[in-house]
């Protein structure tokens, strides 16, 4: 890495992480990609950068979701983490470090900071009576619930009263509140902060911090009635990712965080009240910063999430739009990475659709960032051999326009008005793109004012240069791609934000222009075949789906059919006698008179719905249902292997 001229700060910077109850989706990766963003521009500035990522793998959510997929906890964890990991991979995510709640090093942390906090009676053992939510996996008092039900997700709670462990949080209100009175920066946006005070000066209650001993939580250190809460456990992966307590060199050289990055729901429970306060118990410093994002709702308003049924998958999405547009996934992916960014204030919420995500893939990259590549490059193949040129005089007529983008960048970053940071450097494409139109190269190659073509080519070039290290942290991969299209690959690999000035670019560089990086999209075709698509293969709403209890609830059985008779008067239905073991037959009344002939079903072996509540279909008896396949019409019986007696149980 390259030594910056004053040794620049080191950079700690977190995501939460998240419940592996859920695959990744859009929300997930929204944070995700603005800490990279974070991450990578720092990287840029020549810091030491240390991007934590990680899965939240205790609590009942997780162990519940365990069960309904009929797995043991830790097979399932396991599972779910290998897609967050391969999701972080897929969305160019450059995170140094992945903690696991369930690594050995973080569980004895947490169990460390239990004790320690224990002992300085800081946590102390009392009743919990109220309410859990447990998808939220948090504790509401009655008055907090809204209708009876969780007030952040709006789901149904469970009442709770038992022996617990508590943690003071109200003895910290005092200190809370003139920490974040007296760093302004503490809780970004503003408008947070004032939502957090308010919270806390209406009265803070100590945090349950335990729960009745549950198999797969961390168990509270002496005492094995108890497990510890899920938030506690969950909040100091921060402290143990830097090695907390024991490698105090390693955590001394990060901690605190500079910015700790979360989404609006999370904040002011955990992140700007129990957090700090736990912290403040352990007389370590507070973090720099919290900055809580928005939400990406649908066009409905709805959250995007797991409960909603609405989860968008980036990656497929990212797929979706290389399909259309036939630009490569990776260029798709950091498309989607620039929109999420682009389109919304860093704070607010925001709505993903299809259309404002192609409208902004033709308008911003293909052409304000693609045509300037595009309409470059050929030039200098056609007027200069394909050969970057020297800056010669009269060069440098950009500079300007770049120290400006520069500055405004170097500003909204340190607010994380990514939005505003990336309008900064479109401002400079639309200076270089006018540049290009109003010096224009075909003119002065006519005119054979060879000197100032040059300097004309030169200074674009540069721009382009100096634009590829700026979007470096927003579209990765589309930094590599205009790095590689200027020849510069070979040439000079890393990019450093101090380059970022004009006259840098080598000259004596054969340029490599290949395939436009974004190629336009029509919009029309475009939104039709979405159309299309989506009512071929409407996606399952999670709404409509089953949990495995559900489907536990449905006994299936081998049944053998002993007898097939026509009912008078019904041409479609079949009285069948199926033996379902244990001496036990039943009369079924199955629909396939017109597929089957009563004789070719005599010793068929079949899968009988043996808890089906009896019905009288045409005048007869129906003691349960056969199964068979076809959308409309039974076109084949479900059959078995006839090594299965009658009456076996099927799951
Ligand atoms: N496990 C806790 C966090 C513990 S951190 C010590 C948790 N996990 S979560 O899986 O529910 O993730 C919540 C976070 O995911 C939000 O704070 C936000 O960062 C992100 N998002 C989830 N859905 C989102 C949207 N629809 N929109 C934007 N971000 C959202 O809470």
Known sequence: MRQANSPMKNFYITTPIYYVNDRPHIGHSYTTIAADVHARYNRLQGAPVLFSAGTDEHGQKVALSAQAQGMEPQEFVDDVV????????????????????????????????????????????????????????????????????????????????????????????????????????????????????????????????????????????????????????ALINYLSQVGYPDELDEFNKWWPPQIQLLGKDILTRFHATLWPAMLMALDL??????????????????????????????????????????????????????????????????SFSWRTLLSRFNADLANDLGNLLNRTLPLVERYLNGVIPEPGPGAGELRDEIERARTQIEQEMAQSNFSAALTAIWKLLASANKFLDTRSPWALHRESKQVELEAVLYDVLDCIRVVAIMIEPFMPKVSDEIWQQLGLQSAQIEKYWEDCCALKLPSDISVAPGRPIFPRVDIKRAMDRLRADSEEQPEPAAADMIGIDEFEQVELCVGIIVAAHR???????????????????????????????????????????????????HGVESHGMILAAGADEPEALVITDSKCPPGTIIR
């Not at 450059?94 to 569980?107: A, G």
């Not at 009745?212 to 961390?218: G, K, L, P, S, V």
């Not at 250190?221 to 456990?233: M, R």
């Not at 017109?594 to 009896?614: C, D, T, Y």
């Open 285 to 350: 410093p507070i973090p720099e910063m919290l900055f809580a994002h928005g939400w990406w709702i649908t066009d409905t308003g709805d959250k995007i999430s797991k409960s909603k049924g609405n989860m968008l998958d980036p990656y497929e999405v990212s797929q979706e739009l290389a399909e259309i547009s036939g630009a490569t996934t990776a260029v798709a992916v950091d498309s989607l990475r620039y929109f999420l960014l682009r389109e919304v204030t860093f704070g607010l919420d925001g």
């Open 82 to 233: 290998s897609f967050f990991k391969q999701m972080w991979q897929r969305l160019h995510i450059s995170y140094d470090r992945f903690i696991r709640t369930t690594d050995p090093n973080h569980m004895a942390t947490v169990q460390q900071v239990f004790s320690q906090l224990r002992e300085s009676d800081d946590i102390y053992l009392g009743e919990y009576e109220g309410w859990y939510c447990v998808p939220c996996e948090t504790y509401l008092s009655e008055a907090e619930l809204t209708d009876g039900c969780c007030p952040e997700c709006g789901r149904q709670v469970e009442q709770v009263t038992e022996q617990a462990y508590f943690f003071r949080t109200s003895a910290y209100a005092d200190r809370l509140i003139e920490h974040i009175e007296t760093h302004p920066q503490f809780i970004q946006p503003k408008t947070r902060r004032n939502e957090v005070l308010s919270f806390i000066k209406e009265g803070l209650r100590d945090a349950c911090v335990s729960r009745n001993r549950t198999e797969w939580d961390i168990p509270v250190p002496d005492d094995e009635s108890q497990s510890i809460y899920v938030w506690f456990d």
């Open 567 to 617: 009912i008078p008067g019904a041409d479609k239905l079949l009285r069948l006698i199926v033996d379902v073991g244990e001496s036990d037959t039943r009369q079924i009344v199955a629909g396939i008179a017109q597929q089957f002939n009563p004789r070719e079903l005599l010793e068929v072996q079949v899968v009988v719905v043996a808890n089906l509540e009896p019905a009288t279909i």
